[in-house]
């Protein structure tokens, strides 16, 4: 008779904290946004990701620049 393989408690605990580590970014992302969002009611602020990429595309026009 095969024995019957059992997950032990911290099993499903150790899975749920390595999957909201994995997520964390995204969902601390969808915060910003929606925050924004209702503070502004009328157009949402660009987030920290948006900003950082205006800032790149800006020192990239730059060095093609000069």
């Known amino acids: 008779m095969a ?9 499903d605990l150790e899975q749920q904290a ?3 580590y994995r997520e964390w970014h995204i969902w601390l992302m ?3 946004r929606e925050l924004s969002a209702r503070l502004s009611k ?4 660009p987030s920290r990701a948006d ?15 000069g």
């Open 3 to 11: 024995k019957k393989i059992t997950r032990q408690p911290f099993e």
């Open 18 to 20: 390595y999957h909201a």
């Open 30 to 32: 969808l915060c910003e």
């Open 42 to 45: 009328t157009k949402p602020a």
């Open 51 to 65: 900003k950082l990429k205006a800032r790149a595309k800006a020192s990239q026009e730059k060095q093609d620049n």
